[in-house]
């Protein structure tokens, strides 16, 4: 029988559970956090550098459905300088970003400014604060999901990202965990 988790992704933790040897001892892996069973696997990824919702599953079919699908993936994410909706509608009809050293034209997709401060847990790495400049918050949600697409779709506007975090991959929300919070799903419905 299959088992799926959700986890609060901190900063700073690869979205696997091996990695070469050589290096093992200088990253941290999803499976310090929690004892998964054997044949867990991470459901699309997040960057070292990127935190939020994270599904986990040892069932390959699921995590195919959900990364090659049409599964809606929705992030806050904080960018330097105070957003325009002029550059919201960029974004929302899709901009040129690099993949693998060739232009690629993201879809369409919704992102809007969020109005409030969303409440995180504190970051382990400080980002800069305000006396530096102001910052805005803006969510993005996207069906697909290119290596570091958010981050490169923000820069592509003139608001580089500070912090990046998944709130909700189709109808798993993040909701109020706590940062590497794992959480065992009993009916997933990706």
């Known amino acids: 029988m ?7 992704k901190p900063y700073g933790y690869l ?5 070469n040897q050589k290096k093992a001892g200088k990253h941290k892996l999803l499976g310090e956090l929690f004892d998964f069973p054997k044949g867990t696997m991470a459901v699309g990824r997040l960057d070292k550098d990127s935190e939020g919702l994270l599904i ?8 195919t459905k959900i990364t090659a699908g049409n599964s809606e993936k929705e992030y806050y994410v ?7 909706e002029h550059a919201i509608d960029k974004l929302k009809k899709g901009v040129d970003i690099s993949i693998n050293g060739k ?10 400014i969020l109005n409030k401060r969303p409440e995180f847990p504190e970051r382990a790495k400080a980002i800069r604060d305000e006396r530096h ?14 290596f570091r697409q958010v981050k490169k779709m923000t820069a592509a506007i003139g608001f580089p990202t500070l912090r ?11 909701g109020s965990m706590k940062t590497g919070e794992v ?7 990706l």
């Not at 959480?183 to 419905?189: G, P, T």
């Open 2 to 8: 299959h088992r799926h988790f959700k986890i609060y």
């Open 15 to 19: 979205s696997q559970f091996i990695t």
């Open 56 to 63: 986990l599953t040892t069932n390959g079919k699921l995590s």
């Open 78 to 84: 904080q960018v330097d300088g105070k957003i325009t």
């Open 103 to 112: 232009s690629y034209q993201t879809l369409n997709c919704d992102a809007r």
């Open 133 to 146: 400049g102001p910052t805005s918050w803006i969510s993005i949600t996207l069906t697909e999901g290119k």
């Open 164 to 174: 990046l975090v998944r709130v909700r991959i189709a109808n798993e929300y993040l």
């Open 183 to 189: 959480q065992e799903l009993q009916n997933v419905k």
